[in-house]
């Protein structure tokens, strides 16, 4: 590459992210918006967009969902936590242990505790307030806050790994490994942010696409990655199962890979509204 080529290439890069960034949105219902992404492009993928559900939390109610807390040891994938629970959307909670049961952090809600161990990730995502001063739902990031000071604010708090952080840097060093991806963020604005990619990426790469977008993202933290990474919708006329894929370590990687069973999900259901007069 010659010297000038190598001057532009940055240039041409930024235009061509700039260009992937604009999306489209689609209105599912009041508070509630499904945007699409371009990723970077591979002619290996049959979608290589980026998916962004974007959560108004004054019109919707999040619960975390617990294999553990069941009954009954029953397997479910996002699409069956959906129909189980009747709930609008389901994404996964975090990464769990062998045991497909306990999350590999804190994870509790305000009936039941999965792990009571903090570790040394830095998210917490935490809802169900008991002020009505606070945000509904937020991502407390142990570098800029204190945890003792909002744990008895908060009902219900899933603790896993930052991916941006409270002073909006990329954490995740270069890797080569790369896989799908489901993240929780929280916006400028307060909505809640559920992503997710088919498309396998290293999660360093991801984040500098996701900061890339026009989605004021404040905070973002770690869902899962690989087969198990999963979003799936239901709204109104509109359903959505998105899943994951293995690593992408070899030329023509299976694409098309059936939902797997996820023992700690975070869900919605709407709220009921005020009648308009």
């Known amino acids: 590459m010659?010297?000038?080529a190598k001057k532009l290439f940055p240039l041409l890069l930024f235009v061509l992210l700039s260009v992937s960034a604009k999306g489209n949105w689609l209105d599912l219902e009041p508070g509630l918006e499904l945007g699409f992404f371009n990723g970077y492009w591979n002619?290996?993928?049959?979608d290589s967009r980026i998916k962004i559900l974007r959560i108004n939390p004054a019109y919707f109610e999040f619960k975390l969902f617990n294999t553990s807390a069941q009954n009954e040891d029953v397997l479910l994938t996002a699409r069956q936590?959906?129909?189980?629970?009747?709930?609008?959307a389901v994404i996964n909670a975090s990464m769990y242990r062998q045991d497909f049961k306990t999350s590999v952090s804190y994870m509790r809600t305000e009936t039941h505790i999965n792990n009571p161990?903090?570790?040394?990730?830095?998210t917490i995502l935490a809802f169900g307030k008991t002020r009505p001063e606070v945000p509904d739902v937020m991502i407390i990031d142990r570098q800029c806050d204190s945890f003792d000071q909002w744990k008895g604010i908060y009902t219900t708090f899933v603790q896993s790994i930052r991916m941006i952080s409270c002073r909006g840097k990329n954490v995740w060093s270069p890797q080569s490994k790369k896989s799908s991806i489901a993240a929780i963020?929280?916006?400028?604005?307060?909505?809640?942010?559920?992503i997710h990619s088919k498309l396998?990426?290293?999660?360093?790469?991801?984040?500098?696409?996701?900061?890339?977008?026009?989605?004021?993202?404040?905070?973002?933290?770690?869902g899962e990655g690989g087969p198990e990474a999963?979003?799936?919708?239901?709204s109104g006329s509109h359903e959505y199962e998105f899943t994951g894929v293995l690593e992408e370590s070899s030329p023509g990687f299976q694409m098309n890979f059936k939902a797997s069973p996820i023992p700690?999900?975070?869900?919605?259901?709407?709220?009921?509204?005020p009648d308009s007069e």
């Not at 002619?43 to 049959?46: A, E, F, I, M």
């Not at 963020?185 to 559920?194: E, K, P, W």
């Not at 999963?230 to 239901?234: N, P, V």
């Open 2 to 4: 010659s010297c000038t």
């Open 43 to 46: 002619p290996d993928v049959g």
């Open 81 to 88: 936590w959906s129909q189980k629970e009747q709930l609008v």
């Open 117 to 122: 161990y903090l570790s040394k990730d830095k």
């Open 185 to 194: 963020a929280v916006d400028s604005g307060g909505n809640v942010l559920f």
């Open 200 to 222: 396998p990426y290293s999660t360093h790469e991801f984040i500098n696409h996701l900061m890339v977008l026009p989605l004021e993202i404040n905070r973002a933290m770690y």
């Open 230 to 234: 999963q979003l799936y919708i239901q």
């Open 264 to 273: 700690n999900v975070v869900g919605i259901f709407r709220k009921l509204q």
